[in-house]
Structure formats: C-alpha cells, structure tokens
C-alpha cells in the first residue's frame, strides 16, 4: 500500500470538503510527521487518528535534515519542511496544495500530489461519485479554500466523460 506523507492543507481541505471518509477507505496509507499533527491537526482533528492517519515519529537525523531544508527554504514553515524531510526519507509522494512547499519538494526530487489528484483518485475508485467530488469542491470553496477551481471544474468534467 502506496505511503502518502500529508501536510495539513490537505487534510484540512478534506475535512472541510467532507471527504475524509472515503479518502481513508482508499488504498493508501496517510502519514503526517507527529511535530505537525501535534502543532497544527490534534486540537481541531483528533479523529484523524481514530480514522487511519499515522503520526510518524521524526528522528535526530531528520530534524537535522529539517534545519537543512529551513536554511535552503525560506518560504514553507518548519512543519512543512517535516512533511518534506519526512517524505524524502520514506521514499513516498508529497500531499501539499502549498505553492513554496511544492517548489522545495520538486526542488529536492520530491514527487508532489496535492487536492485534485486526491480528489480524482476517491472518483476514480468509485470512493465517491463526481457530483459528491462537486459538492465537496463546492463546501472548499464556500469556506475560502484556495485550489486552481477551473482546473478542478476540468477535472471532473473530463472524469464525467466531457460533460
């Protein structure tokens, strides 16, 4: 089962989309490092854990790795940098919608998902259907989430055959 290593954009987007149910029922793992799930998800998402994330515990040497990256860097916060040296390290794709945090991932030979694939994936394993993946686009939008909306809209209109 494919490792994803999340930031906490992503989960938020899910949570507020209504869609971590089905994100979970996927056939994925979904990890965070523990610094940011404690930091920034365990007061407003303590479920998560009951639903299948993962806190991975950092070592020395990634939190050295961490203030490697931060004196690289400057521009994503230091939880993102975890989900970054966290990812590296375990060899897995990146979740992040984070524009500075996706151009450090690439920069580092990262591979970076974010939202939409997401999103397109729970579609394309019949998780949800794409007029669920509307609304919950719809809810993400309402709560000032910021994704690339045409390119969602596209995305789902191709998932729909062209419609």
């Not at 990890?31 to 479920?47: C, K, T």
């Not at 020395?60 to 790795?65: E, F, M, P, Q, S």
């Not at 690439?106 to 394993?125: K, P, Q």
Request: glycine share 8%; charged share 25%.
């Amino acid at each position: 089962m494919l490792l994803l290593i999340s930031d906490a954009n992503i989960l938020i987007d899910m949570d507020t989309g209504g869609l971590l149910a089905p994100m979970f029922n996927m056939k994925y793992r979904f990890a965070v490092p523990d610094v940011l799930y404690h930091d920034e998800l365990m007061e407003q998402h303590a479920g998560l854990l009951d639903m299948g994330l993962e806190a991975m515990t950092m070592d020395g040497d990634l939190v050295a790795r961490v203030g490697q990256l931060a004196q690289r860097y400057r521009r994503p916060g230091r939880n993102d940098l975890f989900a970054l040296a966290l990812a590296a390290h375990q060899e897995c794709p990146l979740l992040t919608g984070d524009k500075d945090l996706r151009a450090a991932a690439e920069a580092e030979a990262v591979e970076v998902r974010g939202t939409l694939w997401l999103v397109t994936e729970m579609v394309r394993s019949a998780q949800i259907s794409t007029q669920v993946a509307r609304a919950a686009y719809q809810r993400m939008r309402d709560s000032g989430r910021r994704l690339p909306w045409d390119q969602a809209g596209q995305m789902l209109a191709d998932l729909d055959g062209g419609a």
